[in-house]
């Protein structure tokens, strides 16, 4: 899925670390990330967490869906920050899971946000 994720490779984003459940993933703020009060536009934020959230939830083999999410931002970053979101599964039951993730600044381990997905799978991963 993930050599598949062009719009998370044209953000920057790296993975560095994915498993069943869990995952791990980074991108730096570029000058084009930030919004008019200098401070990393929001959206990018969540699609960062979005994308770890679908690494960790897609780790099972079968093709898994965002039934939605909430995000709730503590702290601004700033261009030249690097966010490193980390997710981790709170639970699974039937076709639906829950996840959390956090987005930390790398160089101080500040939180910045805080992430709930609400997955959903809709199928098996076919072969290429």
């Known amino acids: 899925?993930?050599?598949?994720?062009?719009?998370s490779k044209a953000l920057g984003m790296e993975c560095e670390d994915a498993a069943p459940g869990t995952a791990r993933v980074s991108m730096v703020v570029r000058d084009d990330m930030v919004?008019?009060?200098?401070?990393?536009?929001?959206?990018?934020?969540?699609?960062l967490a979005d994308?770890?959230?679908?690494?960790a939830c897609n780790g099972y083999g079968e093709v898994t869906v965002a039934a939605g999410f909430?995000?709730?931002f503590l702290a601004p970053a700033r261009r030249g920050d690097t966010l490193v979101?980390?997710?981790v599964e709170r639970a699974r039951a039937g076709k639906s899971g829950l996840y959390d993730v956090t987005?930390?600044?790398?160089?101080?381990?500040?939180?910045?946000?805080?992430?709930r997905g609400r997955s959903r799978?809709?199928?098996r991963v076919s072969a290429p």
């Open 1 to 7: 899925m993930w050599a598949a994720d062009v719009a």
């Open 35 to 47: 919004n008019g009060h200098g401070i990393c536009h929001g959206g990018l934020v969540a699609a």
């Open 51 to 55: 994308s770890t959230f679908a690494l």
């Open 70 to 72: 909430e995000i709730t």
């Open 85 to 87: 979101a980390v997710a």
């Open 103 to 115: 987005v930390r600044r790398r160089s101080d381990a500040e939180v910045i946000a805080e992430f």
């Open 121 to 123: 799978e809709v199928g």
